[in-house]
């Protein structure tokens, strides 16, 4: 290649890395749930995002609910949680990774005396927006009931899950 077709190329642009240290990420707070967003899917094309979680002891999650357009996937990493599944119960020692694909029934809970984190991700990104509108529904002095969060979910290609499948 001569000189001057070195200097005619664009510049490569070298991939950007997204790096998040222990006290970074936006924290954004549901009750007795605080969650970190560690990729709001900003660096991934909106592909992908993932939160950690810590549930306080007793924390009921979300009603029942069926994602139609994203993945979601739990990787226990400390407690134990109790995924429900359509009808079907399990507990989620740390170590435990549960994937739920589209159009599947589940919520889970920390039934335990001792707090659970979790470390979750969202294929793509769609729903990280969620648990933010359901914190402006707090902040904003609505009780998070469970019409308001299903009211909620319904923006985000999710519906509730009244029927185990």
């Known amino acids: 290649m ?5 200097t005619s190329e664009p510049p490569q642009a070298e991939p950007a890395v997204s ?3 222990p006290g970074d990420g936006e924290t954004i707070v549901l009750g007795t749930t605080r969650m970190r967003v560690l990729e709001d899917g900003s660096h991934t094309g909106h592909r992908l995002a993932i ?19 994203h993945d ?9 949680l109790r995924f429900t599944v359509g009808a079907t119960d399990y507990d989620a020692p740390a170590g435990t ?7 599947t029934p589940h919520t889970f809970a920390n039934l335990t005396g001792q707090p659970a984190v979790l470390l979750s991700t969202f294929t793509p990104d769609l729903y990280l927006q969620y648990f933010r509108d359901l914190q ?7 009780p998070l009931t469970p019409q308001a969060n ?13 029927e185990p499948t």
């Open 2 to 6: 001569t000189e001057e077709a070195k």
């Open 19 to 21: 790096v998040v240290g």
């Open 51 to 69: 939160t950690e979680s810590v549930l306080a002891p007793h924390t009921q999650g979300p009603p029942q609910h069926r994602h139609g357009r």
């Open 72 to 80: 979601e996937g739990f990787y226990v990493l400390s407690g134990t």
């Open 97 to 103: 990774l549960v994937m739920v694909p589209p159009g």
């Open 136 to 142: 402006d529904t707090l902040a904003g002095g609505r």
């Open 150 to 162: 299903i009211d909620t979910m319904s923006r985000y290609a999710t519906q509730p899950a009244t």
